[in-house]
């Protein structure tokens, strides 16, 4: 168990709707990131939260969104929902102030099944 | 831009045998590199990682993998292989110089090992 939390495990939707996945880091982690892992394109960085505020932004669409609140846990938005975006996503947090030497830990993800 | 090949899709290997999953990288700067293992329908595990230092890392359940910095690749290794190793291997590589203060990874595609009995 690596301490970061994600819910729900499983999602089912339809085309066009809208999602919020959810995520809470390791205790005393600041940083949170989000990934997608689809069969066809391996794992993709989405997007980095540091302490409420965003870092970086990978191969995320602008149909999808996220942010970290004051308590630090993180919430990815997706929205207008195709069957394309149907995919694991994962999360990862990594230690307070850390430097790019320190791994991530991963959540157990969130299978996302759009119909 | 930073890139991770794990040339291999899939390694068969048996069990008691040595294992190598292979992964070459491409980063500006000094590298970074990391090994997770994903089991099925579970997160990645960290396994390993490369920061600087001796080009052998040793790291959790027995593996471990050499940096070879000319070759730039960081192949993950183990004497003797089990059946439970069996699983999705994912070499990753972040540049020591990311700037803006962000430290994602890039993954490769992930390599199968199958370790059979």
């Known amino acids: 168990d690596s301490g970061v939390t994600q819910t729900p495990k499983h999602l089912i939707t339809a085309t066009g709707q809208r999602v919020t996945l959810r995520c809470s880091p390791r205790?005393?982690?600041?940083?949170v990131y989000w990934y997608q892992q689809s069969l066809d394109q391996g794992l993709q960085f989405l997007i980095h939260y540091y302490n409420g505020e965003e870092r970086a932004k990978g191969n995320i669409l602008e149909r999808f969104s996220a942010q970290q609140f004051p308590d630090l846990h993180s919430e990815l938005n997706l929205s207008s929902l195709e069957l394309g975006d149907s995919a694991l996503y994962f999360c990862?947090?990594?230690?307070?102030?850390?430097?790019?030497?320190?791994?991530?830990?991963f959540g157990p993800g969130t299978r996302l099944t759009v119909l | 831009a930073q890139s991770v090949a794990q040339p291999e899709d899939q390694v068969n290997v048996a069990e008691g045998n040595p294992l190598t999953v292979k992964c070459t990288y491409s980063v500006s700067g000094n590298p970074y590199l990391f090994w997770y293992v994903q089991y099925p329908n579970r997160g990645l595990q960290f396994l390993l990682k490369y920061i600087t230092g001796d080009n052998l890392v040793k790291g959790s359940y027995g593996f471990e993998a050499e940096f070879n910095k000319s070759q730039t690749s960081f192949h993950l290794k183990k004497p003797s292989a089990l059946v439970s190793d069996s699983a999705l291997y994912f070499c990753?590589?972040?540049?020591?110089?990311?700037?803006?203060?962000?430290?994602?990874?890039?993954f490769g595609k992930g390599t199968k090992l199958s370790v059979i009995p």
């Open positions: 990753a590589v972040r540049s020591a110089y990311s700037g803006a203060g962000s430290y994602q990874l890039t």
């Open positions: 990862a947090s990594s230690v307070q102030g850390g430097g790019a030497w320190n791994e991530q830990f």
């Open positions: 205790s005393g982690d600041l940083s």
